[in-house]
């Protein structure tokens, strides 16, 4: 991770004449547009939790504002490499407003699993960037997208029926989806994708380097960069793989050092937003119940 960040920054300087050659030129309204596009995006990721809530039995309305403090909170987690904490905060802090703890974890799995099916959707929108595209990958990506939507829920059923699994952990059941569910569920995710390419997209406009034709690509490559490192777990919130990944895709459309910068920018922003957001909830959110009878106590 730390040899990829090193690597890009290298490569920034070494092509620092590209960059000096940039026009930068900043235009408000494009800026408050990847703000509120970048802010949407996130807020997709918590719906899609809550929609998964409610299919699992456990939205109570008058925990909303609970539900986005705890998603909250335990995303930020995801920084620390292995994203295990994520998924213990995750489930602890849900047991607080009636989430079992085995459901909490495995809803924050299943999360994740539909992130990276939504990603890899979304990611199709990068092929008309690449001038040789290999019609087996896109049939192989496509095949596994259709592949999931069918297979993992009945894997799933499979799955908590083991005997050890059934008796350790009843309420396991509660959080099967059916094949309907995984398509209605898997839409914010595939907006959460969407609207980060074009906050992405409004931020470069002030470098002028992209028109609205390369809109559609830029979105399906910064869904596939987020999927690679979504699948690099031992990377803190994909620090460094997806830069990497992001940056090579790049590479083909804009000059060396340019690519990478755009890369690292992306993460700064995108870091920015998710802490305005995180002090917004911490700030305007109620707090937990187990909080609220400590600070009576």
């Known amino acids: 991770m730390i040899a990829i960040v090193a690597y890009l920054v290298w490569r920034i300087y070494g092509n620092r004449a590209a960059l000096e050659s940039l026009t930068l030129q900043w235009d408000l309204l494009s800026l408050a547009g990847a703000l509120v596009s970048c802010i949407l995006a996130y807020q997709c990721l918590l719906l899609g939790w809550v929609m998964l809530l409610r299919r699992a039995g456990y939205y109570e309305a008058r925990y909303l504002g ?6 909250w909170s335990s995303y930020l987690y995801r920084y620390i490499p292995g994203k295990i904490l994520l998924i213990v ?3 602890r802090m849900g047991s607080n407003v009636g989430i079992p703890a085995s459901a909490g974890a495995a809803l924050t799995i299943i999360e ?3 992130s990276i099916l939504a990603g ?3 990611s199709l929108l990068a092929i008309a960037y690449y001038a040789a595209v290999d019609k087996t990958l896109v049939i192989g990506v496509l095949t596994l997208v259709v592949g999931f939507i069918f297979i993992f829920p009945w894997a799933y059923r499979v799955f908590c029926r083991v005997p050890f ?3 350790k952990y009843p309420e396991l059941k509660t959080v099967a989806l059916r094949t309907q569910d995984v398509l ?3 839409l914010p995710y595939i907006f959460y994708y969407l609207l980060l390419g074009v906050s ?4 470069t406009k002030n470098l002028q380097l992209f028109g609205w034709s390369d809109l559609a690509g830029l979105c399906g490559i910064y869904a596939l960069s987020h999927v690679i490192s979504l699948v690099a777990l031992l990377a803190p919130a994909g620090l460094g793989v997806r830069e990497g990944a992001f940056a090579v895709q790049l590479g083909r459309l804009v000059p060396p050092g340019v690519s990478e910068l755009l890369a690292i920018g992306a993460r700064v922003w995108f870091t ?3 802490l305005l957001c995180y002090f917004c909830v911490a700030l305007f959110c109620p707090a937990l119940p187990t909080e609220n009878r400590t600070d009576r106590t």
């Not at 609970?66 to 998603?71: G, K």
């Not at 992405?200 to 931020?203: A, C, E, G, H, Q």
Request: hydrophobic share 70%; no cysteine.
């Open 66 to 71: 609970v539900y986005a403090r705890i998603w």
């Open 112 to 114: 994740t699993l539909l």
């Open 272 to 274: 920015i937003v998710e």
């Open 165 to 167: 699994i059934n008796e």
């Open 120 to 122: 890899s959707a979304v």
């Open 89 to 91: 905060e995750r489930a």
């Open 200 to 203: 992405f997209f409004l931020i």
């Open 184 to 186: 209605i569920v898997v």
